[in-house]
Each structure stands twice: as C-alpha cells, then as structure tokens.
C-alpha cells in the first residue's frame, strides 16, 4: 500500500472547452479517478466496499485554480489521505503542469454510506490501516456548512436523464459541476475564469428527478456566487456551491 499516490492524465479534445481550457469539470472527473485508483490500492476501494455493501460518498470539497491547462497538455496529480474530521475521511490533491508547477490544489471530505441502510457507517468499521499525513495540506480548509439565506434567481430546470447517472445510479460529483457552469452564457465564459469553488453534497439525485438550478452573486464580495440545487422530486437540497470568478488570465 502506498502512502501517496501519483498519475499522468493527458488533456483530451472532450477535456477542454472553446478556449481551449481544461473544464472544472474534468478536473473533477481526474481527482474522482485517481482517489478511486488509490483507495483500491488501500483496499477499501469500489470492488472492496460493494462485497460490504459500502460506498465512499463525496461529502464536500474546495478546489483552487491558478491556472488551466490545454488541450494535450500533461498532468500530474498527487494525492493522499490527510486524516480523519469528524465521521468524514480527509483527501488532498496537487495537480502539476509539465514544468512542475502547482496549478491546482484541493481539499475533499469523503463519507462511508451502507447503501442498503443509507446510513453513514463510521469508518473505523473498515478496519483498514490508512497511512494518514496530518501535516501534508493541500490546502487548510476543512469541510463547513454552506448558509445562504437571501434571495437568489431560478436560472433553469433539468431532468436527470441516462448520461447524467453513474454506475451507483445516481448524479455524479462531475455533473453537478456541469450544472453550475451551464449557468453561466457562453460570453461570461469568455471573459472569466474559476479561481475557487466550494461545494456541499447534501442528497443525492437519481434518474428522472427534477433539480432546480438557482444563483445568485455574494453581495460585497466582488465575483463571489452562490449557487444551489433543488430536487424537486424529494423537496431536498441536493448541492450548495460558492464559486470565486476572476478577469481572464
């Protein structure tokens, strides 16, 4: 078992966007990848957890960007468990450009779910030894919750339909993003780029479920957003999101 884990991900033509900018959402998608590859390497990975009827479930994390990287360009990604908060399992992720530099840092909070039960199972039950690196951070932040109370705008509805749901059978962490960045009109796009997002996952959402996208801009605080997700088939908040915007690099 190895304490950290490393791999190369080659930026494909479905990886980028008309700007030719690796999508927040496959970021996502290669930090999903590489904890999953390394969670088998501890075993407690996907093919481990469904012998127990165990699922790891992302809970909450934070993403930073201070660059995107283009189309062929090569990725490497470090990542490793921090440690434990609470019932959650702490993960960090480097993410390097060809020249060694970080362009990526995050922070993820992960839940053990019985998907039988749909009761969160403390994770001391998996009696697995996991080499935890307290002192190694990404980035500092722990999992909090979102409060948001004023008003935001209802931007557009959507039923969860075949391509949206995972091999859980529900909404995958990735297509949420893809939610959040469908907002937005493609000239905004244009004209800005992520610097940080914060997300919650509070419920989950399955296939022909309504969710409601709704945003609205953090009063006082610049390119600050907050956005959010009904389901409308359960009345429950499926994802909270605060998204820092900046200039065009």
Known sequence: MQAEWEEIFKVRAYDVDFKDRLKVSSAFNYLQDIASAHAADLHCGWKDLQKLEM????????????????FEDKI?????PKGRY??????????????????CKATSAWLLLNFKSKRITDIKNLQVQFPYQPDNHALK????????ENKRESVFEKVVSYTDIDLNLHVNNEKYVEYMMNCYPLEFHNKNYLKSI???????????????????????????HYIEALNKST??????????WNNEI
């Open 86 to 103: 609470k019932l959650y399992a702490l993960r960090d992720f480097l993410l390097y450009d060809e020249a060694e530099n970080i362009f």
């Open 76 to 80: 490497k990604i470090k990542t490793w």
């Open 235 to 244: 009345g429950k908040q499926a994802f909270q999101a605060v998204i820092n």
């Open 55 to 70: 699922s790891w479930v992302l809970s909450w994390i934070k993403v930073e960007f201070n660059s995107f990287l283009h």
């Open 198 to 224: 914060m997300m919650s996952f509070n419920s989950e959402m399955k296939y022909e479920d309504i969710i409601e996208i709704s945003i609205n801009k953090i009063s006082g605080n610049g390119d600050l």
């Open 141 to 148: 932040d722990l999992p909090e919750k979102i409060k948001y």
